[in-house]
Protein backbone atom coordinates (compact mmCIF):
# COMPACT_ATOMS: atom_id res chain seq x y z
CA UNK A 1 0.00 0.00 0.00
CA UNK A 2 0.77 4.00 0.45
CA UNK A 3 1.11 6.50 3.44
CA UNK A 4 -1.42 9.31 1.84
CA UNK A 5 -1.91 12.83 3.05
CA UNK A 6 -4.25 15.14 2.93
CA UNK A 7 -3.99 19.18 2.82
CA UNK A 8 -5.74 20.68 4.31
CA UNK A 9 -8.23 17.96 6.07
CA UNK A 10 -11.52 20.80 6.18
CA UNK A 11 -12.10 24.16 5.54
CA UNK A 12 -15.31 26.28 4.97
CA UNK A 13 -14.61 29.05 2.39
CA UNK A 14 -16.63 31.58 1.02
CA UNK A 15 -18.12 31.24 -1.95
CA UNK A 16 -16.81 32.72 -4.69
CA UNK A 17 -13.23 31.75 -3.41
CA UNK A 18 -10.89 29.01 -4.80
CA UNK A 19 -9.31 26.56 -2.31
CA UNK A 20 -6.14 24.35 -3.62
CA UNK A 21 -6.33 20.82 -2.06
CA UNK A 22 -2.52 19.20 -1.76
CA UNK A 23 -1.79 15.43 -2.09
CA UNK A 24 1.42 13.85 -1.12
CA UNK A 25 1.75 9.91 -1.39
CA UNK A 26 5.10 8.68 0.33
CA UNK A 27 6.41 6.66 -2.98
CA UNK A 28 6.34 7.48 -6.51
CA UNK A 29 3.31 6.34 -8.33
CA UNK A 30 2.50 6.52 -11.83
CA UNK A 31 -1.65 7.05 -11.35
CA UNK A 32 -3.33 9.74 -9.01
CA UNK A 33 -7.08 10.48 -8.88
CA UNK A 34 -9.19 13.22 -7.12
CA UNK A 35 -12.76 12.06 -6.03
CA UNK A 36 -15.29 13.69 -5.38
CA UNK A 37 -18.04 12.16 -2.65
CA UNK A 38 -21.01 14.25 -1.26
CA UNK A 39 -22.72 13.63 1.75
CA UNK A 40 -24.24 9.81 1.66
CA UNK A 41 -23.24 9.65 -1.69
CA UNK A 42 -20.41 7.05 -3.68
CA UNK A 43 -17.37 8.11 -5.25
CA UNK A 44 -17.23 10.33 -8.10
CA UNK A 45 -14.17 10.96 -10.48
CA UNK A 46 -13.41 14.32 -11.39
CA UNK A 47 -9.68 13.31 -13.05
CA UNK A 48 -6.91 11.40 -13.51
CA UNK A 49 -3.68 13.15 -12.99
CA UNK A 50 -0.45 11.88 -14.53
CA UNK A 51 2.99 12.83 -14.44
CA UNK A 52 4.09 15.26 -17.21
CA UNK A 53 1.08 15.79 -18.82
CA UNK A 54 -2.47 17.18 -18.52
CA UNK A 55 -5.31 15.74 -16.61
CA UNK A 56 -8.08 14.05 -17.98
CA UNK A 57 -11.44 15.11 -16.84
CA UNK A 58 -14.74 12.85 -16.97
CA UNK A 59 -17.92 14.60 -17.35
CA UNK A 60 -19.21 17.17 -16.04
CA UNK A 61 -15.67 18.26 -14.86
CA UNK A 62 -14.17 21.24 -16.27
CA UNK A 63 -9.96 22.15 -16.03
CA UNK A 64 -11.11 26.13 -15.53
CA UNK A 65 -13.25 24.67 -12.38
CA UNK A 66 -11.21 22.06 -11.48
CA UNK A 67 -7.75 22.87 -12.23
CA UNK A 68 -4.71 19.63 -11.19
CA UNK A 69 -1.05 19.85 -10.87
CA UNK A 70 0.81 16.99 -10.95
CA UNK A 71 4.70 18.44 -10.84
CA UNK A 72 6.31 15.04 -9.78
CA UNK A 73 5.39 11.34 -9.06
CA UNK A 74 4.52 11.88 -5.35
CA UNK A 75 2.21 15.19 -5.62
CA UNK A 76 -0.87 16.52 -6.88
CA UNK A 77 -2.63 19.48 -6.41
CA UNK A 78 -6.48 20.15 -6.98
CA UNK A 79 -8.19 23.38 -6.92
CA UNK A 80 -11.61 24.19 -6.88
CA UNK A 81 -12.25 27.71 -8.20
CA UNK A 82 -15.07 30.12 -7.38
CA UNK A 83 -17.11 28.14 -5.12
CA UNK A 84 -20.69 27.62 -4.76
CA UNK A 85 -22.36 25.98 -1.54
CA UNK A 86 -22.59 23.11 -4.08
CA UNK A 87 -19.30 22.44 -4.33
CA UNK A 88 -19.52 21.64 -0.53
CA UNK A 89 -18.46 17.86 -0.40
CA UNK A 90 -15.17 15.13 0.73
CA UNK A 91 -12.54 15.55 -1.77
CA UNK A 92 -10.37 12.50 -1.67
CA UNK A 93 -7.19 11.76 -3.71
CA UNK A 94 -6.08 8.17 -4.58
CA UNK A 95 -3.30 6.36 -6.22
CA UNK A 96 -2.77 3.19 -7.96
CA UNK A 97 0.05 1.19 -6.73
CA UNK A 98 2.28 -0.40 -9.59
CA UNK A 99 0.13 -1.48 -12.13
CA UNK A 100 -2.64 -3.72 -10.52
CA UNK A 101 -5.25 -1.51 -10.30
CA UNK A 102 -5.73 -1.06 -6.45
CA UNK A 103 -6.44 2.40 -5.31
CA UNK A 104 -5.63 3.54 -1.98
CA UNK A 105 -7.24 6.43 -0.73
CA UNK A 106 -6.15 9.48 1.16
CA UNK A 107 -8.53 10.89 4.25
CA UNK A 108 -10.19 13.49 2.78
CA UNK A 109 -10.60 17.08 2.41
CA UNK A 110 -13.91 18.37 3.69
CA UNK A 111 -15.06 21.34 2.02
CA UNK A 112 -18.03 23.38 3.45
CA UNK A 113 -18.94 26.45 1.37
CA UNK A 114 -20.93 28.77 2.81
CA UNK B 1 -18.65 3.71 -20.16
CA UNK B 2 -18.81 1.00 -17.41
CA UNK B 3 -21.99 1.09 -15.36
CA UNK B 4 -21.93 -1.04 -11.45
CA UNK B 5 -25.09 -1.29 -9.65
CA UNK B 6 -24.72 -2.27 -5.90
CA UNK B 7 -27.92 -3.71 -3.88
CA UNK B 8 -29.21 -3.36 -1.26
CA UNK B 9 -28.71 -0.12 -0.73
CA UNK B 10 -29.91 -0.52 3.49
CA UNK B 11 -28.72 -3.88 5.05
CA UNK B 12 -29.01 -4.97 8.60
CA UNK B 13 -28.22 -8.10 10.81
CA UNK B 14 -27.75 -9.29 13.59
CA UNK B 15 -25.17 -9.64 15.18
CA UNK B 16 -23.52 -13.44 14.18
CA UNK B 17 -26.10 -13.47 11.03
CA UNK B 18 -24.16 -13.20 7.42
CA UNK B 19 -24.98 -10.67 5.15
CA UNK B 20 -24.83 -10.50 1.33
CA UNK B 21 -23.86 -7.52 -1.23
CA UNK B 22 -24.36 -7.87 -4.27
CA UNK B 23 -22.91 -5.85 -7.36
CA UNK B 24 -23.54 -6.05 -11.42
CA UNK B 25 -21.43 -4.39 -14.16
CA UNK B 26 -22.04 -3.78 -17.70
CA UNK B 27 -18.92 -4.05 -19.57
CA UNK B 28 -17.92 -7.44 -20.06
CA UNK B 29 -14.07 -6.25 -20.50
CA UNK B 30 -13.74 -5.38 -16.86
CA UNK B 31 -11.12 -7.72 -15.11
CA UNK B 32 -10.78 -6.39 -11.71
CA UNK B 33 -13.05 -6.05 -8.75
CA UNK B 34 -12.71 -4.64 -5.17
CA UNK B 35 -14.39 -4.16 -2.48
CA UNK B 36 -14.17 -1.04 0.03
CA UNK B 37 -15.43 -0.18 3.43
CA UNK B 38 -16.01 3.13 4.58
CA UNK B 39 -16.92 4.01 8.08
CA UNK B 40 -18.02 6.99 9.44
CA UNK B 41 -15.94 10.32 8.53
CA UNK B 42 -12.96 7.82 7.49
CA UNK B 43 -11.18 7.13 4.18
CA UNK B 44 -12.66 4.11 1.98
CA UNK B 45 -10.49 1.21 2.97
CA UNK B 46 -10.10 -1.61 0.24
CA UNK B 47 -11.10 -4.87 2.32
CA UNK B 48 -10.47 -7.58 -0.63
CA UNK B 49 -10.61 -7.71 -4.54
CA UNK B 50 -10.49 -10.54 -7.12
CA UNK B 51 -9.33 -10.86 -10.67
CA UNK B 52 -11.44 -12.20 -13.73
CA UNK B 53 -9.27 -15.24 -13.77
CA UNK B 54 -10.25 -16.04 -10.49
CA UNK B 55 -14.54 -16.95 -9.42
CA UNK B 56 -14.34 -16.97 -5.35
CA UNK B 57 -11.87 -15.50 -2.98
CA UNK B 58 -11.55 -15.45 0.67
CA UNK B 59 -10.30 -13.89 3.70
CA UNK B 60 -11.17 -15.32 7.37
CA UNK B 61 -14.85 -13.88 7.72
CA UNK B 62 -14.91 -11.77 4.06
CA UNK B 63 -15.45 -13.66 0.79
CA UNK B 64 -15.93 -12.67 -2.81
CA UNK B 65 -17.23 -14.50 -5.64
CA UNK B 66 -17.21 -13.42 -9.14
CA UNK B 67 -19.95 -14.48 -11.90
CA UNK B 68 -18.39 -13.55 -15.43
CA UNK B 69 -20.83 -14.83 -17.30
CA UNK B 70 -23.61 -13.24 -15.39
CA UNK B 71 -21.33 -9.86 -14.77
CA UNK B 72 -22.57 -10.62 -10.87
CA UNK B 73 -19.87 -10.30 -8.34
CA UNK B 74 -20.99 -10.56 -4.62
CA UNK B 75 -19.00 -9.52 -1.28
CA UNK B 76 -20.25 -11.94 2.19
CA UNK B 77 -19.58 -11.59 5.57
CA UNK B 78 -20.03 -14.22 7.83
CA UNK B 79 -20.15 -13.98 11.61
CA UNK B 80 -21.32 -10.31 11.38
CA UNK B 81 -19.47 -8.23 14.33
CA UNK B 82 -20.76 -4.13 15.50
CA UNK B 83 -17.53 -3.30 14.04
CA UNK B 84 -18.31 -4.25 10.73
CA UNK B 85 -21.34 -1.67 10.47
CA UNK B 86 -19.83 0.90 7.52
CA UNK B 87 -20.60 1.65 4.09
CA UNK B 88 -19.23 -0.58 1.69
CA UNK B 89 -18.57 0.16 -1.95
CA UNK B 90 -18.04 -2.50 -4.68
CA UNK B 91 -16.53 -1.20 -7.72
CA UNK B 92 -15.47 -2.49 -11.26
CA UNK B 93 -12.19 -1.70 -13.62
CA UNK B 94 -11.37 -2.26 -17.39
CA UNK B 95 -7.97 -2.67 -18.62
CA UNK B 96 -6.13 0.01 -19.96
CA UNK B 97 -8.71 2.51 -19.30
CA UNK B 98 -7.31 2.58 -16.23
CA UNK B 99 -10.54 4.15 -14.21
CA UNK B 100 -12.28 2.54 -11.76
CA UNK B 101 -15.78 2.98 -11.15
CA UNK B 102 -17.56 2.63 -8.36
CA UNK B 103 -20.98 1.46 -7.16
CA UNK B 104 -23.67 3.22 -4.80
CA UNK B 105 -22.84 2.19 -2.01
CA UNK B 106 -24.53 -0.34 0.97
CA UNK B 107 -24.65 1.38 4.50
CA UNK B 108 -24.47 -2.10 6.75
CA UNK B 109 -25.92 -2.31 10.21
CA UNK B 110 -24.93 -4.82 12.34
CA UNK B 111 -27.36 -4.45 15.33
CA UNK B 112 -25.72 -6.09 18.38
Known amino acids: SAVISQKPSRDICQRGTSLTIQCQVDSQVTMMFWYRQQPGQSLTLIATANQGSEATYESGFVIDKFPISRPNLTFSTLTVSNMSPEDSSIYLC???????????FGPGTRLLVL | GENVEQHPSTLSVQEGDSAVIKCTYSDSASNYFPWYKQELGKRPQLIIDIRSNVGEKKDQRIAVTLNKTAKHFSLHITETQPEDSAVYFCAASTPGYQKVTFGTGTKLQVIP
Open chain 1, 94 to 104: SVEVSTKETQY
